[in-house]
Each structure stands twice: as C-alpha cells, then as structure tokens.
C-alpha cells in the first residue's frame, strides 16, 4: 500500500457509511456518481470505509480508485490520512462526520470537508415517529429533535453540504442559520435505464422495488398488502411483483401467489425489471430525499402512482408523469385508471422519461459538483474566515464526540494490553 499520491493529480479521499451499492438503492448510485464524477475531471480517489465487506458491493476496480478499510476511534486512521494528505475529504452521511472529521481536520486542516446527505437523516427519522404516532407526514415537522441538532452540526462543520432535494434545501435555509455558501442542490445522481423500452401493451402488471433495509421501504410494502386486493379485485389476473436487496423472512412470508401478490427477493437487473411492469406502486408514506425508484422508473418510461411524501423533491401533482394521490382510496383508483387507460399512460410514460432527461442529467450534475468544488479550493480559508458558526461549533459541539472517540480509543488500547 503507497502511503503518498502524486502531487500532479488532486486527491479525494471518501469515507463511507457503507460499501456503495448502486444495484441495490439509489444512495449507492449517487455514491457511485460521486466517484465517477472525480475520476472523470483527474482526480485520483481513495474509497475509505469502516462497514463490513458487501456481497453486492460495485465494481470498485476503476482507473485512479483506491480502496481501503479503516478501523473506528483509531489513531492508525489520522496517520493514513495524514500520509495521504488529501485535497477534499468526503464524509458519506452525518454519522460518519461525526466519526471522522475532527481526525480529518487534526490531521489535515487544509483540505476541504465536504458532507453528502444523501438525504436528511433526522427529517427521516421524525417523519417515521410521526407515523408510528398516527399521524401523517406530508409536511415537514415543525419542531426538531436531537437527532436534527446533530445534522445540522455536522452541516455547519462541513465547508460545503450536498443537499439532494431542493424541498430539503429550502427547509434548512428557512430554519436554521446555515450561510448559503456551505450548501449545493445536487440532484440524486443515477445511471439512467439501460435496456430497450417495451411499449403499453408488451407490459404488463405492477410492480414495487427498494431495499428492505430502508425502512420507508417496508412501510411500503406493508401498505401494499392492506391496498392490493382492492386493486386485484378490479383488475382479476393481474399481479404486483415486489423486489428488493436483503428481503427478511418477515418480507418473504408475504408472498401470496393466489392473490397475485409476489415477493420476489433481489432483480438482477432493475432498469429489465421496471421497465417489463406497465406500473409502478409506491405508496410512501415518509422518508426524505429524493425516492430513487420512482426516478428510476420515469427513466425506465414506467408511469408511477405514489404518495406526496413519495413525489417530494422530484415533482408536485401537477407535473407528475402518473398521479400522485392522498388517500388509499385515490390509491387504488389511480392505479386501475393509469394501468388501463392506454392514451393516459402513453403520455405519463413520455413525460416521465422527459422530465428525468432534464431534472436527473448526471453528468451535468457532476461537471457542476466538481465546477463548485475546484472554484472554492483556493477561496478555502477566506469562506471559513467568515462562518462564524463553524468556527463555534468546532470551538464547543464536537468536542464531546472528539474526546469519547479518544476515550473509546485509550479503553480498547486497555483492554488490549
């Protein structure tokens, strides 16, 4: 293993929450889209995480890509970091700049800190109690909760915040003092569909796709069982076929072939699997972000039926290549009116794949992350020269996680003698 990269190419060093999966969610994609984006302007990257190898990890064997593992509250990480001397360092979620980033910034002042959301963990997770509480989760909370502290801690800590929805972008602005200057809009990053495009009739059934480890996604499902046998019972002989990476057993044991309801497990091809159903089901009833799905299957020409918490951050209602519903009720009738009105779902289908083209065009969308990052480079210590509040949240917040993460460190080395 080098320990130096050669100063005639700037170095990027990823640390990620997990092995990018780009076939399994739409947060390996984007993590992917990332990557590329750096290699493709010359940068060399090395990929650092501290999660467990994974059976569906990418193909990470990419011209200028290095990989490593590291190891959590250890200083053997500040030395490699310090070897490697990076330009930009890219923490992949909040959780992991709180792991890191006080190492990142001892060890390397001088590179950037850049945070990608992904999306925003903390709305996520008070839209999920909002839920489990009974009530619904259109809006965004009006309150905030430790786990928002922390977000936006992290984010104000970070020279620059990608921020994938516009919606999330304008909530941060409207609550907190973040400057504007520390966020990017970056639309979710995706591969586009790449298979040939069936048309109405060649299609068939309908169909639900997201990784079961996420838990809008299970939601989802769950929802699905309790609105499908209104739909089948308007629609005899169709089925809905439900995939998705790590399906538990609680998940497989939905499976009801006599009522068309299929749990399939993993598509070893998504872009095959959505475009072959006429449409896609995605009765969302929280998360954040941007829902990889359904812009996978405007991509994919596959019209969609969803929720306004499934809709957020792509398009509203009234722009929505399908039909965006608010009740269960409007949920089935959608679904039956879109998967048998032919004209209908030709126009949704065109719109649908019109709207991807020109909202989820990555490699704009890299050219302009990478646009941001080399202009702000130079300008480094004069932006944070006046953020005041990264220089006080430095100066008190992390410090509790900074010394636990010493403490944790001091306690192993203990045990270990």
Known sequence: MS???????????????????????????????????????????????????????????????????????????????????????????????????????????????????????SLRHQRHEQVKSGHKSDNFPATFSDMTIREVAAILRSDLTLIISDRELNWLQSNFPIPREQLLHLPLLTTGCRTPLPEFHARSDFVFIGNFRHAPNWDAVLQLQQLWPAVRKRLPGINLNIYGAYPPKKAMALHNPARGFHVRGWAENADETIASHRIMLAPVRFGAGVKGKLVKAMQCGTPSVTTTTGAEGIGTHKTWPGMVTHTNEDFVESAVTLYTDEKRWLKASEDGKRFAANHFDSVKHQRMLLDEVNARRDRLHAYRRQWFLQAMVWHQSLRASQFMSQWIEAKNKHHGQ
């Not at 590329?36 to 999660?51: I, K, Q, S």
């Not at 959590?72 to 959780?95: K, Q, T």
Request: glycine share 6%.
């Open 3 to 121: 320990t130096a990269f050669s100063s005639s190419r700037p170095v990027a060093v990823i640390i990620g929450f997990v092995w990018p999966e780009p076939d399994s969610s739409a947060a390996g994609q984007n993590m992917m889209g990332i990557i590329t984006g750096f290699l493709n302007d010359g940068w060399r990257v090395v990929f650092m995480t501290a999660a467990n190898a994974s059976e569906h990890c990418a193909n990470l064997n990419l011209d200028g890509l290095t990989t490593e593992s590291v190891a959590l509250n250890c200083s053997s990480f500040d030395e490699r970091i310090a070897a490697i001397s990076p330009d930009v360092v890219v923490f992949d979620r909040f959780m992991t700049e709180e792991q890191f980033s006080a190492r990142v910034r001892g060890a390397c002042p001088d590179a950037m800190r850049i945070l990608n959301t992904e999306d925003l963990h």
